[in-house]
C-alpha cells in the first residue's frame, strides 16, 4: 500500500519482491498489489461471447506500482518485462507474454538473446469512431416490411453478409416485402417512391425465401459457402437457445447440411429433431 501511494505521487521506485516469476506475484495475495492486484468480474453474456470466454474471469483491479519487472530466471540471465499491465493483462487472459530476455556473458557483456513481442498500438478513440463509420457507410441498410425482422437478421449474421437490418425507412438503401403487400397504392409502395428507394419482393415471410434473396441479392452460392452458412447458423442458434432456454428452430436445409448440423447440436450437449416437409425440412433446438 505504501508503496502504490508513493508511486501515485509520482516517486520513481525501484523494489524487489520474493518469486519465481510474474506469475507468482500476480497469484500472492501480499505482493500483487505491486503489479494492479487482482479481483473477480462478472462479465454479460455478450461480453463473454465476444470473448470467448467463461462469465466469471479475473482482472486487474488497478495500474500497476512498477512499470516495468524484471525476473532474475538464473544467475546472469534476466526476462524484463517493458510494460508490467499488459503482461499482467496477458497472463490473467491464460496467455503467455514474451519479455526481452538477456544475458551476462563470461566476459561481463550484456547481450539480448529475445527481442519482446511487439504488440500492436492500441487504436485511438478517433480511429475507431472513423473504422466504425466507415464500416456502417459499407453497409446495406434493409428495411423489412411484412418480414420477420428476426429472421432476417439471423440470416445476415449467419451468411456474415455486409448489411444490417434498418429500423426506419430514412436508414434503408432498400426494401424488402412480401407479394401481398407490394401492390401498386399500398402504404409501402407510396413510401418508397417518396423515399426514392427500392424494393425487392418475396413470395412468402418464411425463411426460405429471406435466404434465397439474400443469396441472390449478395451474389452468394456455391456448396461449400452453404455448408459454412449452415453451419454458423447452428453455432449461433445454439448460444441462443443456451442463454434464452427456449427452442429455436433453423432455416430448411438439405439432408446432409441437416446431418452436420445435428452433429454440432450434439457437441454442444443439446437435443434436436428434423421437423417439417421436404423441401421445407429443418432443425428444431432444444434446450
Not at 441462443?240 to 428452430?249: G, L, W
Not at 446431418?259 to 433446438?285: D, F, M, T, W
Amino acid at each position: 500500500l505504501a508503496c502504490r501511494t508513493i508511486a501515485e505521487r509520482g516517486v520513481q521506485l525501484i523494489g524487489t519482491a520474493h518469486g519465481n516469476s510474474l506469475d507468482n506475484i500476480i497469484s500472492n495475495p501480499t505482493l500483487s498489489d505491486l503489479v494492479g492486484g487482482v479481483q473477480s468480474v462478472i462479465l454479460s453474456d455478450e461480453e463473454a461471447k465476444r470473448r470467448r470466454t467463461q462469465k466469471a474471469i479475473l482482472e486487474r483491479k488497478a495500474p500497476p506500482t512498477f512499470d516495468i519487472a524484471i525476473e532474475i530466471r538464473e544467475r546472469d540471465v534476466f526476462a524484463i518485462y517493458h510494460d508490467v499491465g499488459k503482461a499482467v493483462d496477458a497472463i490473467l487472459r491464460g496467455r503467455n507474454p514474451q519479455p526481452e530476455i538477456r544475458v551476462r556473458t563470461s566476459g561481463g557483456k550484456v547481450e539480448v538473446r529475445q527481442k519482446p513481442k511487439e504488440e500492436m498500438p492500441e487504436p485511438t478513440e478517433e480511429e475507431l469512431k472513423r473504422a466504425v463509420k466507415e464500416k456502417e457507410e459499407n453497409l446495406e441498410r434493409i428495411y423489412p416490411f411484412g418480414i420477420n425482422r428476426g429472421h432476417l437478421e439471423r440470416a445476415i449474421r449467419a451468411m456474415q453478409l455486409p448489411a444490417v437490418v434498418a429500423s426506419s425507412l430514412d436508414e434503408a438503401d432498400i426494401i424488402l416485402t412480401t407479394k401481398p403487400k407490394a401492390r401498386a397504392g399500398t402504404k409501402i409502395m407510396l413510401a418508397a417512391q417518396e423515399h426514392n428507394l427500392p424494393v425487392h419482393v418475396i413470395k412468402k415471410n418464411v425463411s426460405s425465401q429471406i435466404v434465397k434473396f439474400l443469396r441472390y441479392y449478395f451474389r452468394v452460392g456455391g456448396r461449400e459457402e452453404s455448408e459454412e452458412i449452415a453451419l454458423r447458423e447452428v453455432e449461433e442458434a445454439i448460444q441462443q437457445v443456451k442463454s434464452s432456454k427456449k427452442s429455436v428452430d433453423l432455416n430448411p436445409q438439405n439432408a446432409y447440411l441437416r446431418r452436420l448440423q445435428h452433429q454440432k447440436v450434439e457437441e454442444a450437449g443439446l437435443h434436436s429433431e428434423s421437423v417439417g416437409e421436404e423441401p421445407k425440412r429443418r432443425l428444431r433446438i432444444y434446450p
